[in-house]
């Protein structure tokens, strides 16, 4: 099962909005609900922040949204804050009983 | 307030032995599925496996199978990863975390494994 394909870096500033994608397969992301995204700072372990492809867990920031279109899922965070600097990372359910992280996506805010 | 904590890691030679012990404290631990993430040095998650509540379904990423054995004690509220044959691309900080409804809810603080002769 090959990861998740996330793009490296993105960025932004203050008050934007930036949109990771996750892309994958009809084996894992196009066939079920089940992607989650993770907030992971430097040292410290993940933080669910999306799951069920854009459900916001309680004390999650409304600032964070998801969404899904066959084989890619999105994180989108508006109004970006310097709080939200750190590596993002999606999670999907395959069809071989199996879970996949993407490999992970740094924000950067200017 | 839910807390896991692991235990277990450390330096190891290839081909090598080592139990990850995972306590988990502040849940229901009988009711909830569980499970190992492991994290290279500078590097992304990786699923590593996962079993359900009561033990009777465990799942294992490919690289692992047939080294690694998850196993829990609902007595103890406490998760285990045994690992053999351990190779040098086993080192990583490994995490325990719940896996109920779908999604790693709450992590451990992980531990670091090092396979290095």
């Known amino acids: 099962q090959s990861a998740l394909t996330q793009p490296a870096s993105v960025s932004g500033s203050p008050g934007q909005s930036i949109t990771i994608s996750c892309t994958g397969t009809?084996?894992?992301?196009?066939?079920?609900?089940?992607v989650s995204w993770y907030q992971q700072y430097p040292g410290k372990a993940p933080k669910l922040m999306i799951c069920?492809?854009?459900k916001r867990p309680s004390g999650v920031s409304y600032r964070f949204s998801g969404s899904k279109s066959g084989n890619t899922a999105s994180l989108t965070i508006s109004g970006l804050q310097a709080e939200d600097e750190a590596d993002y990372y999606c999670a999907s359910y395959t069809s071989s009983a199996q879970w996949v992280f993407g490999g992970g996506t740094k924000l950067t805010v200017l | 307030e839910v807390q896991l904590v692991e235990s277990g890691g450390g330096l190891v030679q290839p081909g090598g032995s080592l139990r990850l012990s995972c306590e988990a404290s502040?849940?229901?631990?009988?009711?909830?599925?569980m499970t190992w993430v492991r994290q290279a040095p500078g590097k992304g998650l990786e699923w590593v496996a996962n079993i359900k509540d009561d033990g009777s379904q465990k799942y294992y990423v490919d690289s692992v199978k047939g080294r690694f054995t998850i196993s829990r004690d609902n007595a103890k509220n406490t998760l285990y990863l045994q690992m053999n044959s351990l190779r040098v691309e086993d080192t990583a900080v490994y995490y325990c975390?719940?896996?109920?409804?779908?999604?790693?809810?709450?992590w451990g603080q992980g531990t670091l494994v090092t396979v290095s002769s």
């Open positions: 502040g849940l229901t631990f009988n009711t909830e599925w």
């Open positions: 069920d492809v854009s």
């Open positions: 975390a719940t896996h109920s409804n779908w999604v790693f809810g709450f």
């Open positions: 009809s084996s894992d992301i196009g066939g079920y609900n089940y």
